[in-house]
Nanobody
Framework: QVQLQESGGGLVQAGGSLRLSCAAS????????MGWFRQAPGKEREFVAA????????DYANSVKGRFTISRDNAKNTVYLQMDSLKPEDTAVYYC????????????????WGQGTQVTVSS
C-alpha cells in the first residue's frame, strides 16, 4: 500500500520559513518524480514544484520561484519543500504527490497523493 505522509506545516509570520517533508512508503521511491501542490480556501489546487527521479531537475511555479526549494533524499524516501520569505498568499494545504511517468505541473499526471499539511502565514 502506497503512503505519502506530509509533515512540517504550521503557523508562521510573513517573511518566515518552513520546511515541509513528505515520507513515502510502499513504492520504489527513486522511480517516481515527485511534486508539491497546494490548495488555498475557495481555490483550486495548484502546482508548486516538481523534482525528477534523481533530483537533478526541478520546476517551480512562478509564484514561488526564488523563494521555495524542492529537494529529495532517495535513501530516506523523502521529498522536501523549503519555503522561505513566506507571504500570506502562501497560506494553503500543501500536498505531495508521486508520478511514475512525468515530472509534471499537471495534477492529473500524478499517481499517488498525500493527505496534506496546513501552512498558515500571518501578516
Amino acid at each position: 500500500q502506497v503512503q505519502l505522509q506530509e509533515s512540517g506545516g504550521g503557523l508562521v509570520q510573513a517573511g518566515g520559513s518552513l520546511r515541509l517533508s513528505c515520507a513515502a512508503s510502499g513504492l520504489t521511491f527513486s522511480s517516481y518524480h515527485m511534486g508539491w501542490f497546494r490548495q488555498a480556501p475557495g481555490k483550486e489546487r495548484e502546482f508548486v514544484a516538481a523534482i525528477s527521479r534523481s533530483g537533478a531537475s526541478t520546476d517551480y511555479a512562478n509564484s514561488v520561484k526564488g523563494r521555495f526549494t524542492i529537494s529529495r533524499d532517495n535513501a530516506k524516501n523523502t521529498v522536501y519543500l523549503q519555503m522561505d520569505s513566506l507571504k500570506p498568499e502562501d497560506t494553503a494545504v500543501y500536498y505531495c504527490a508521486a508520478d511514475l511517468a512525468y515530472r509534471s505541473a499537471w495534477q492529473g499526471d500524478y499517481d499517488y497523493w498525500g493527505q496534506g499539511t496546513q501552512v498558515t502565514v500571518s501578516s
